[in-house]
């Protein structure tokens, strides 16, 4: 038995049958099989090599010293044990849930704000509500960037909560001493007064704060605390897979008490107190989030992914007239010294060769220019010559894009809940027994749908479907579960566009405020947003832990930034679709779909629209999954790591 791991040009090997330690100069694997000169040290007594005397062998540059120690709070191939764990996890989920409290007691009313405030039509609120949102989940991109990149998680984390924190200080002071005018507007029957450029300026100001802070947080609190576990342990490794649904329980969970109490206080006008209630949660999740700082386990930054990616497009395209052998071409790819790959990597597992995009195996192909280079132990190019780990990142991210591109009209579908379904509701009887529902509170059932699905699908359905398919402790696939989140979706817009039909029914057509205008009860939406939450449920949490297990080690935050930047690019689409469809349904003087007076409109006919557009990226997404090929990494023991059945739909 032999266990190989590369440090710098060299490889260390231990053959434990004879006890016996063997060095060897590696460049790529056909140099590994024939002419790298060796030396053999018998070590008799030792057991392992971690046991043996301290070794320093000074070649070149380049020194190996076994009892070299990890910094403080950082993994290394040898130690993770003192840091990370269950407790720190359930911190990191708590402060999700606050921070989620804090943001969603200002987004899911901000439609009725802007029309009861600042006065805008319902048009214009859902436009301005779905590009605010949008925004929040582009700078998703910015965080995830920044920490893969140059900050780490920790320190991107705590940078972009205070932005929020700010934010939130500053829409509660421009509220209460500047909008609210005169005071007690903002609710459902008195008006505000107009305001000035420079107050509704500093308004948008907060706001995309807000979006800022909250933006380039999510994606990296969701990473560190799968960075909490370690997944060379068989028990926390299961646990990492539960982490995700529970992380996104506990953001369901603190959008409840916002779309709840906070809503109920918003809709009666008492916006003060419901905005310095969010930023007073906003305010305890960050210190909560400060307070395991000593005990959290960190990774390095692995620097730029652009200038990594470019590297090997470059390269490969600088080789494009390399003949390329049709037989044992990995053989001929250069594998990378240990330096590299840590750099890219973050000292985690190494990304090994896989079939597909053959083009850009060029970047790692070994000239014979590029060989007598390694014998000179000269450092080559690397916009010229990469090693196959950074290869198959870039492999990585492509094979992700078309799934990522199938998941924004599921977006479109989801972003519903926040614009056009609280302006459904509002139009719809939200009187029960002489008390008043406030509609944006509705969301409330979706939330209730979140939870009671990750119970049935974690105690239930994953259980029973991994005892049929034979298929170990792992149920459905996360692209199986993607694609059930988009069947459920479309069931979610049909009922949606049956509820409007009959909300249609009983409403009268000659309201000039429209409010309650129809006699069907509010709580028929339950369906729809229960549709909703449970289409969350396979879609987003399966969407979660699909990008973080086949994102690269090296971009873990752009992968949960891919997740979010779904959903913004979803929020955008929804706006163009609304701008196109009014546009279109406005000609020869007609309302169109979606006017300021529903009842003189045909908002169900939005609805079965949207059904269609999921039904049809439904089927282009199972195409794209059938083609997707899993990521295969090296761990840390010399196994790989991979899932051939992933594709599987």
């Known amino acids: 038995m032999e266990i190989t791991v590369s440090y710098s040009s060299l490889v260390f090997a231990e053959d434990i049958s004879s006890q016996r330690i063997r060095f060897q100069f590696l460049s790529c694997r056909s140099c590994q099989e024939n002419n790298a000169p060796s030396i053999e040290i018998d070590t008799h007594k030792s057991t392992h090599a971690s046991s043996a005397l301290p070794l320093d062998l000074s070649l070149g540059s380049n020194e190996v010293q076994n009892d070299e120690q990890p910094p403080l709070g950082f993994d290394s191939d040898s130690t993770v044990a003192n840091t990370g764990g269950f407790v720190l996890v359930r911190q990191s989920v708590v402060n999700q849930g606050l921070a989620t409290l804090a943001f ?7 439609v009725l704000f802007l029309t009861r405030v600042l006065e805008q039509n319902n048009v ?3 436009n301005n509500v779905s590009k605010w949102i949008g925004t929040v989940y582009i700078f998703s991109l910015v965080g995830a960037f920044l920490s893969d990149s140059y900050w780490g998680r920790y320190k991107t984390c705590v940078i972009f909560q205070i932005i929020f924190v700010i934010g939130l200080i500053l829409l509660s002071l421009v509220t209460h001493i500047l909008l609210l005018n005169p005071k007690g507007c903002g609710d459902s029957t008195t008006k505000c007064v107009a305001h000035s450029s420079w107050e509704i300026g500093l308004f948008y100001l907060s706001i995309y704060m807000i979006a800022l802070g909250n933006g380039g947080y999510q994606p990296n609190i969701a990473t560190f605390g799968a960075d909490q576990f370690d997944e060379e342990d068989p028990k926390e490794g299961s646990s990492k897979v539960a982490f995700f649904s529970y992380f996104y329980l506990a953001l369901n969970l603190g959008s409840l008490f916002s779309n709840t109490l906070l809503v109920y206080f918003e809709d009666k006008g008492l916006w003060i107190l419901g905005f310095w ?3 007073a949660s906003a305010l305890v999740a960050m210190i909560l989030f400060l307070a395991g700082t000593l005990r959290y386990r960190h990774f390095k930054p ?10 090997v497009i470059v390269a490969a395209t600088k080789k494009w007239r390399v003949e390329m052998p049709q037989m044992g071409d990995e053989d001929n790819l250069y594998v990378g010294n240990e330096k590299e790959i840590s750099s890219m990597n973050g000292v985690r597992k190494i990304l090994l060769h896989t079939q597909g995009f053959k ?3 060029r970047a790692a192909f070994i000239t014979s220019k590029e060989l007598n280079n390694q014998k000179e132990q000269s450092r080559g190019d690397p916009w010229r010559l990469c090693p196959v780990s950074q290869v198959e990142e870039v492999k990585s991210i492509l094979r992700l894009l078309p799934i990522w591109l199938c998941t924004i009209i599921y977006s479109v579908v989801f972003t519903q809940m926040a614009s056009l379904f609280v302006e459904q509701g509002a139009a ?4 029960v027994s002489n008390f008043r529902i406030p509609p944006a509170s509705m969301s409330s059932f979706d939330i209730l749908s979140v939870a009671l699905f990750i119970f049935l699908y974690r105690r239930v359905l994953d259980p029973v479907t991994s005892r049929i398919r034979k298929s170990g402790p792992k149920g459905l696939t996360e692209l199986q579960r993607m694609g059930i989140g988009l069947v459920i979706a479309v069931m979610a817009m049909v009922c949606a566009g049956i509820v409007e039909c009959y909300r249609l029914k009983y409403a009268r057509k000659d309201c000039v405020r429209c409010d309650g205008s129809s006699d069907l009860s509010i709580l028929w939406q339950v369906p729809q947003y229960a549709l909703i939450g449970a289409s969350e449920v396979f879609m987003y949490v399966g969407q979660l832990e699909f990008f973080n297990a086949q994102a690269p080690d090296g971009l873990k935050s752009f992968g949960s930034a891919l997740c979010m930047t779904s959903i913004s690019l979803g929020n955008y689409v929804s706006s163009l679709l609304v701008t196109m469809v009014m546009k279109i349904s406005t000609v020869d003087d007609m309302p169109g779909w979606i006017p300021g007076n529903l009842n003189r409109g045909h908002l169900d006919r939005f609805y079965f629209l949207l ?3 999921t039904a049809m990226d439904l089927a282009v997404y199972v195409v794209c999954a059938r083609w997707y090929k899993s990521i295969k990494r090296e761990r840390k023991s010399g196994e790989v790591s991979g899932e051939p059945h992933l594709s599987g739909v």
């Not at 692995?302 to 590297?311: A, D, E, K, M, V």
């Not at 719809?428 to 009187?431: G, S």
Request: hydrophobic letters at 40%.
């Open 104 to 110: 969603f007691g200002v987004g899911v009313n901000m």
């Open 124 to 126: 214009d609120a859902a």
């Open 277 to 279: 209630a969010s930023t």
């Open 302 to 311: 692995s620097g730029n992914p652009l200038s990594r990616f470019c590297q």
């Open 359 to 361: 083009f850009l195996d």
């Open 428 to 431: 719809m009887k939200c009187t």
């Open 611 to 613: 059904a269609g557009l």
